[in-house]
């Protein structure tokens, strides 16, 4: 199972693995508030910046969809993806962390989503 959760969040017993994907440290928090840390399923910086740096109207949103899906393509991100989808089906939860407000748009529901349908998202174009 995958779920998501921002990192500022409290742990929880059903949590399982809790993995924190950003490129960079959450602000005041200690490492035993994660067991892992992947930043090969984090936005490169100037995507991230250019986001971050917009309106985030839906419009904003798809540009930046258009920038994250092939960062996510490269071979480090695609291995990782594919570790966590298998890892995931061998009954593990998996809990992907991130700095965004719950409901907002986070890359983190994107590499959920990629994990879960890894063969028809990652697969060749």
């Not at 059903?14 to 490492?31: F, V």
């Not at 892992?36 to 985030?56: F, G, H, M, V």
């Not at 009954?91 to 959920?112: A, D, Q, S």
Request: aromatic share 8%.
């Amino acid at each position: 199972m995958i779920k998501t959760k921002r990192i500022y969040e409290p742990k929880d017993d059903s949590d399982g693995t809790r993995i924190l994907i950003t490129r960079k440290w959450p602000p005041g928090q200690k490492k035993d508030r994660f067991d892992e840390w992947i930043k090969d399923l984090a936005p490169k910086e100037d995507t991230l910046n250019k986001w971050q740096d917009s309106k985030r109207t839906e419009e904003d949103w798809k540009r930046y969809t258009v920038m994250f899906y092939p960062q996510m393509k490269e071979s480090e991100s695609v291995d990782r993806i594919e570790e966590l989808r298998q890892r995931s089906n061998n009954g593990e939860t998996i809990t992907l962390l991130c700095y965004c407000e719950k409901g907002e748009h986070c890359h983190r529901y994107i590499i959920k989503s990629m994990i879960d349908n890894s063969r028809s998202v990652i697969g060749s174009d």
